[in-house]
């Protein structure tokens, strides 16, 4: 059984700090790309920032240069690394995983994560 669990979330002023975890598991395939997407209330989800097998990451313009995202190939997990946090960025945060050679999707739960001004 597939597993994404995420882990991080919550409440933060402006200008702190949070840092998500999504550990998964039961995935049969090798995975390619890791990442996270948010969304917020009557918005769309967006690409927050994705990394790939080898470390190729790619950032949400709003987000370069305060958010950091890594891996640990070996844990299967992705951390995405938040600083300087805005009230724009209160969203759901999503874990997304793509395995396999037709890069299958899978998707967390989401995570509530709230910057307060």
């Known amino acids: 059984q597939v597993q994404l669990v995420e882990s991080g979330g919550g409440l933060v002023q402006a200008g702190g700090s949070l840092r998500l975890s999504c550990a998964a598991s039961?995935?049969?395939?090798?995975?390619?790309?890791m990442g996270w997407y948010r969304q917020s209330p009557g918005e769309q989800r967006e690409l927050v920032a994705s990394?790939?097998?080898?470390?190729?990451?790619n950032y949400a313009g709003s987000v370069k240069g305060r958010f950091t995202i890594s891996r640990d190939n070996a844990k299967n997990t992705v951390y995405l690394q938040m600083n300087s946090l805005e009230p724009e960025d209160t969203a759901v945060y999503y874990c997304n995983v793509r395995a396999g050679p037709w890069d299958y999707t899978y998707w967390g739960q989401g995570t509530q994560v709230t910057v307060s001004s």
């Open positions: 039961g995935i049969a395939f090798s995975i390619n790309a």
């Open positions: 990394i790939t097998r080898t470390g190729t990451t």
